[in-house]
């Protein structure tokens, strides 16, 4: 039997959007992660 939204995400998800949300969070954790290291590095 198949469930549905047991992978937490639409089952009918293009792999583009998900490749964009995948890269616009790697983008993001990477800045935050850069910041705190300057932060920590100026302080």
């Known amino acids: 039997p198949r469930r549905r939204g047991a992978d937490g995400a639409a089952p009918m ?3 583009s959007t998900v ?16 910041c705190s ?3 920590c ?3």
């Open 37 to 39: 290291r300057l932060v």
């Open 13 to 15: 998800v293009p792999a």
């Open 19 to 34: 490749l964009t949300l995948l890269g616009f969070c790697a983008s993001v954790l990477f800045i935050v992660f850069v």
């Open 41 to 43: 590095a100026l302080t």
